[in-house]
Structure formats: C-alpha cells, structure tokens
C-alpha cells in the first residue's frame, strides 16, 4: 500500500522515492502506528509517514481547508472540532503559504471530511459553501488535478515537458474545455504539457492498466457507430445488387416469345397459358 501511494505520486509528477542508504541523513520513515500524522515538508531527520495524504504533507503539501482562501469556499464549525484538534483547522496566511495560483480545490487528498475530528463523531466540523461538494471532500482515493498540479509546480516540473497523446491540437483543446480537471488521470498522463501539469515518469514498474476515462470510451463509440453504419450501408448495397441480378426481365421475355401474337402489349410473359405457346 506504501509503495502503491509513492507510484502514484510518481506517475503523475516529477518526484522520484528511493530506498534511503544509511548514509541518507534526511529520509522518510514509515511506521505502523496509530492514528497518521506528518511533518510538513523536510525539517530534516527521520519523518513518519502514512500512506497517500500523509506523503503530500511530507512533499510540503497543508490541508486543503487551512489554505489563506479557504474561508470562500467552506466554513470552520470550530463548536464541534474537539479540542484536541482544533489546530488541524487553523488558516494559514498568505505570508505562510504559496498556493502557486492554484485554486481551491473539494476533491483534493489534502481535504478532510465534512466530521472529521468532530467531538462526537457526527457533527459536522467543515460546511461547504456549494452543497453539491459536501459528498466529494474527504473521500477520494486518488490525487486531483490540482493535487498534482501544485505539486510539479512547486517543484518545477515542467522544465521538459511534452504532450504524449499524438494529437497536440486535441489536447489544447480538451484543456481549454475544461477536461483536464474532469478525466484528470487520462489528461495528466497524456496532455501534460496542455493541462499545466508536466511529469517525466521514470518508473520501476510501469501501470498494468491504462485509465478508461469518457473521453476514450467516446472516441470508442464514435468509431463502432461509424464502422457499423458502414457496415450496414455496404451489406444493403450487396443485397440491391444481387436482387436486381435475379429479377426476371418480363418485358424481354414478353417480346421474345410474343413477337407478333395478340398478348405483346397487354401480357406478360409469366401472365402466358402454357398451352398458348404450343
């Protein structure tokens, strides 16, 4: 589960984990204790670690709702904190805290849940301010875009940055509508340099899966549409042909065996007496 979160902060920005030598003095250590908790950033020593969210404090990351803007999008019911915790919910300034232009963002690893650390376990310590998040913040299981954004700009990412996906046009497109923040995972790995979120991803153990977001299933279904409208316009094309080939021409037959007889303009000749032709 450990080596899983680093590979996802990995794949999608520039850090790199490695196995600390004994001769590291700065290192990250990994404990099985109880509760998480993380240092913020390196102050240098051994550092304990849990998981995902505790690795984005370790890169220097603050909890989403202490950001110097947060009071615009959620409110603090500071009544309900317990005690004990009412520090994990103070604001930072702006002097403290460089949010690298990156706007608030609900569905961030950083954001804690609408009751966390509430007194009794269910009264609500943050209040959205867009009813429609309370469901989104501290629920994700994976990085956002603006996770992963902040993050290779804080560490300056972006230096040799290229599109993957072979259409450039494309993906300045997608990212001006808006779908680097909406299929986050497929946009980062294959329109980085569009979507402002560039890493170089130097992996031990490449992904065994390749994300299936909207946009793939689309052009996915884009092109069964359009095979299989060619299809069907080929297989009818096919039948025409050969029912006209099999059509009996009656006017040919009409004339060949009644040249000069009485029937040639008001009979066919699947309209003939057989005996008539005796």
């Known amino acids: 589960m450990v080596k899983r979160a ?15 030598k004994s001769s590291d003095q700065n290192v990250i250590v990994f404990r099985n204790n109880k509760g998480c908790y993380s240092q913020l950033g390196m102050v240098g020593g051994e550092q304990d670690r849990t998981i995902l969210h505790e690795l984005g404090h370790a ?25 004990d915790w009412l520090m994990e919910f103070t ?5 403290a805290v460089d949010q690298m232009n990156v706007p608030y963002d609900y569905s961030s690893i950083m954001h804690f ?29 994976m990085l956002s875009f603006m996770d992963v954004k902040v ?10 940055c290229e599109n993957k996906h072979k259409n450039l046009v ?23 340099k ?10 031990t153990q490449a992904p065994t899966t390749t994300p299936t977001t909207d946009i793939e299933n689309g052009i996915r279904v884009w092109m ?13 094309l096919v039948a025409v042909i050969i029912a006209m080939k099999r059509r009996i021409p009656r006017n040919e037959y009409e004339v060949a065996v009644n040249r000069d007889g009485p029937y040639r303009q008001s009979h066919s000749y699947m309209d003939l007496n057989p005996t008539s032709l005796i």
């Open 59 to 83: 890169i220097g990351l603050v909890h989403e709702h202490q950001l110097p803007n947060r009071d615009d999008y959620v409110e603090i019911l500071t009544d309900n904190v317990h005690p």
């Open 151 to 160: 993050v290779n700009k804080m560490y300056k990412c972006t230096a040799s």
């Open 113 to 141: 849940g609408d009751t966390t650390y509430s007194k009794d376990g269910v009264s609500k310590t943050i209040r959205v301010k867009n009813p429609e998040k309370e469901i989104i913040i501290g629920k994700v299981e």
């Open 170 to 192: 494309e993906c300045d497109s997608w990212a001006k509508a808006g779908d680097c923040e909406s299929y986050p995972q497929w946009m980062i790995r294959n329109c980085q």
């Open 224 to 236: 069964a549409a359009d095979i299989a409208l060619t299809i069907t316009v080929i297989v009818i």
């Open 91 to 95: 604001k930072y300034t702006l002097e």
């Open 6 to 20: 680093m590979l996802e902060w990995e794949r999608y920005t520039c850090l790199r984990f490695m196995q600390a």
């Open 194 to 203: 569009s979507c402002g979120a560039c890493d170089k991803p130097i992996l």
